[in-house]
């Protein structure tokens, strides 16, 4: 299968190129190149190609001639998105859509898109489905609910979304993100020694690791086109929603010495416990692999073996909002994050074997 990935130089997509192309998918990466200077280990794969360009951008001849597009290109998290709500809805609701818009006049048959359970929000202690209410807190997790809305109302018989809505990752890329909870208090844990929550930790989160989303996608990719169809799923494992005291704790038992603290209920109300057993009984060939324990173990042998300094984990391009706003403050990108014209120049549109070409 011909496979267009965006965000393919992401978290996520770090991740998740290296996999299909293990199971015999040609891949194609496009990623406007935000979060490059990130990379915590590894090496870029040399022979991927990659097009260098804002989704915002795309037009029709960037998607034709795919079997399927795995839409990861966003500006993802919540602090992020609450950075500039406005630019958050340009990009990832009317970017996004307007990218499925082009992918079904181009003929791609498949487009999967990778929602999150944010769209759940706040919720008690009940667990939540697909067919449950939604109830974002966010622009982030409101820009979800309308680009599902949206390109579901798009499908037809020549054009097949399918919406992941995976729980909130975790585990070691070489792109890494430490603003997501799980890698967080780990690299707290192994620069500090002390993991000090600001709330009480009560609050409910499903936690997924990012290889087992990587394999949520591709089995919807070799999935029949009718067990897919418009369908949402969550991605993860019901077993694997914990409080995030019980996650705390996880990290700390995984990293000799560390200790925990709690703090008091804060105005972060996000919490949501998530049902995944539609994704099994649907995608039988799906299973989540690793539990936080398994990740928290990963993180710490990786941390180990790169002796991993505090300035590495501060290091911005690891954090989403961190990164965006030194782009901006250097003058990089524009207030609507567009490449500057100097930049731009020294940018690229694609890169092959490792060497960055026009």
């Given at each position: 299968m011909n496979v267009l990935v965006t965000g393919s130089d992401g978290y996520i997509g770090a991740q998740l190129v290296p996999l299909l192309r293990e199971r015999a998918h040609r891949v194609i990466g496009l990623d406007t190149g935000f979060y490059r200077d990130g990379r915590l280990y590894g090496r870029v794969l040399p022979t991927l190609t990659r097009i260098r360009k804002d989704i915002r951008r795309l037009t029709l001849e960037d998607v034709q001639g795919y079997d399927a597009v795995?839409?990861?290109?966003?500006?993802?998290?919540?602090?992020?998105?609450e950075h500039s709500p406005?630019?958050?809805?340009?990009?990832?609701?009317?970017?996004?859509?307007?990218?499925?818009?082009?992918?079904?006049?181009?003929?791609v048959p498949r487009f999967v898109y990778t929602s999150s359970c944010s769209v759940y929000g706040k919720g008690s202690d009940e667990i939540v489905s697909e067919e449950s209410p939604l109830n974002p807190q966010t622009a982030y997790a409101a820009c979800k609910v309308l680009v599902e809305r949206d390109v579901r109302a798009l499908a037809d018989d020549t054009f097949s979304p399918t919406f992941l809505r995976n729980a909130t990752a975790f585990g070691p890329s070489p792109r890494m993100r430490f603003d997501i909870v799980l890698n967080n208090l780990a690299g707290l844990a192994w620069t500090t020694g002390t993991i000090a929550l600001t709330s009480d930790g009560s609050p409910w989160r499903p936690l997924v690791h990012v290889l087992d989303i990587g394999e949520a996608i591709a089995c919807v990719l070799e999935a029949p086109r009718e067990a897919v169809h418009n369908q949402v799923f969550n991605v993860g494992n019901t077993r694997f929603n914990y409080r995030v005291r019980d996650i705390a704790q996880i990290v700390s038992d995984a990293f000799p010495g560390c200790a925990v603290t709690l703090g008091t209920a804060d105005q972060d109300n996000r919490s949501y416990r998530v049902s995944f057993e539609k994704i099994h009984a649907c995608l039988p060939r799906f299973a989540c692999?690793?539990?936080?324990?398994v990740g928290a173990r990963e993180l710490y042998t990786l941390f180990r073996r790169l002796g991993m300094s505090r300035d590495t984990f501060e290091f911005r391009a690891y954090t989403r909002l961190k990164q965006i706003t030194h782009l901006q403050a250097t003058g990089q990108v524009d207030?609507?994050?567009?490449?500057?014209?100097?930049?731009?120049?020294?940018s690229v549109i694609r890169q092959r074997d490792g060497n960055y070409v026009a």
């Amino acid at each position: 299968m011909n496979v267009l990935v965006t965000g393919s130089d992401g978290y996520i997509g770090a991740q998740l190129v290296p996999l299909l192309r293990e199971r015999a998918h040609r891949v194609i990466g496009l990623d406007t190149g935000f979060y490059r200077d990130g990379r915590l280990y590894g090496r870029v794969l040399p022979t991927l190609t990659r097009i260098r360009k804002d989704i915002r951008r795309l037009t029709l001849e960037d998607v034709q001639g795919y079997d399927a597009v795995v839409h990861l290109a966003e500006l993802s998290n919540d602090p992020l998105g609450e950075h500039s709500p406005a630019l958050t809805f340009q990009i990832n609701h009317q970017g996004s859509l307007t990218l499925a818009r082009l992918c079904k006049a181009a003929g791609v048959p498949r487009f999967v898109y990778t929602s999150s359970c944010s769209v759940y929000g706040k919720g008690s202690d009940e667990i939540v489905s697909e067919e449950s209410p939604l109830n974002p807190q966010t622009a982030y997790a409101a820009c979800k609910v309308l680009v599902e809305r949206d390109v579901r109302a798009l499908a037809d018989d020549t054009f097949s979304p399918t919406f992941l809505r995976n729980a909130t990752a975790f585990g070691p890329s070489p792109r890494m993100r430490f603003d997501i909870v799980l890698n967080n208090l780990a690299g707290l844990a192994w620069t500090t020694g002390t993991i000090a929550l600001t709330s009480d930790g009560s609050p409910w989160r499903p936690l997924v690791h990012v290889l087992d989303i990587g394999e949520a996608i591709a089995c919807v990719l070799e999935a029949p086109r009718e067990a897919v169809h418009n369908q949402v799923f969550n991605v993860g494992n019901t077993r694997f929603n914990y409080r995030v005291r019980d996650i705390a704790q996880i990290v700390s038992d995984a990293f000799p010495g560390c200790a925990v603290t709690l703090g008091t209920a804060d105005q972060d109300n996000r919490s949501y416990r998530v049902s995944f057993e539609k994704i099994h009984a649907c995608l039988p060939r799906f299973a989540c692999r690793r539990d936080a324990e398994v990740g928290a173990r990963e993180l710490y042998t990786l941390f180990r073996r790169l002796g991993m300094s505090r300035d590495t984990f501060e290091f911005r391009a690891y954090t989403r909002l961190k990164q965006i706003t030194h782009l901006q403050a250097t003058g990089q990108v524009d207030e609507e994050l567009f490449w500057q014209a100097s930049a731009a120049a020294r940018s690229v549109i694609r890169q092959r074997d490792g060497n960055y070409v026009a």
